[in-house]
């Protein structure tokens, strides 16, 4: 089932990328121009190394200003929601069965965020992103892990490999892939997709 979702995505994230490339003009402004602020509500989905989380769903903003042209510094907010194993399910995987999602965690999230565009064009811009924020959630996440329980308190350190495209002079769609890593300790989560939105410049 993840990896039909993981699929799913993947094809919907590049259908929309044909289709925004198909639609947008022939030069907009620079999205990457020192002083412009920007905010971008956006939605992804992720897959986690661990056999103990299945999917995790994100929604939410980020913003952020440019300090100079291509380096901009910023936050995003974000809903988490993280399709687990509970400790039964462990058990029952431990002896041999087969391993079901029965816990929906929610939680909150925030990540400070610095972002370096190396190529910015009238037309698109491409960048790279790492940045340190924190999760919070209302059931430890993971459940169980290499002997422990997880937290309800996690860090985050994400890292973002992105395309933004000009929609006009204001508007741009972003596609980014992301790792993230979802607490530093041995219940740790390393969560891999990626998360699409419109930015607004101003």
């Not at 300090?67 to 936050?75: E, K, N």
Request: proline share 2%; charged share 10%; with cysteine.
């Amino acid at each position: 089932m993840a990896g039909s979702i993981r699929t799913m995505s993947v094809v919907a994230f590049a259908l929309a990328l044909c289709l925004v490339m198909a639609q947008r003009p022939a030069s907009a402004a620079d999205v990457a121009a020192q002083g412009t602020f920007h905010i971008t509500p956006e939605a992804g989905i992720y897959g986690a190394s661990q056999k103990g989380v299945n999917t995790i769903f994100t929604a939410g903003a980020s913003a952020g200003y440019f300090v100079i042209d291509g380096l901009s510094l910023g936050a995003e907010f974000l809903y988490y929601n993280i399709s687990q194993s509970s400790v039964g399910d462990d058990v029952v995987s431990y002896y041999g069965g087969s391993r079901k999602y029965h816990d929906n965690v929610n939680g909150f999230g925030t990540n400070f965020l610095v972002r370096y565009y190396p190529v910015h064009q009238d037309g698109y811009a491409l960048f790279l992103g790492t940045g340190i924020g924190g999760l919070f959630t209302d059931e430890r996440a993971p459940s169980w892990q290499n002997g422990s329980q997880g937290s309800y308190n996690n860090w985050t350190l994400p890292v973002d490999l992105g395309l933004a495209i000009n929609l006009s002079d204001s508007v741009s769609f972003d596609l980014t892939g992301r790792y993230q890593r979802i607490g530093f300790s041995n219940t740790g989560i390393d969560a891999f997709g990626g998360h699409a939105g419109l930015r607004l410049s101003f």
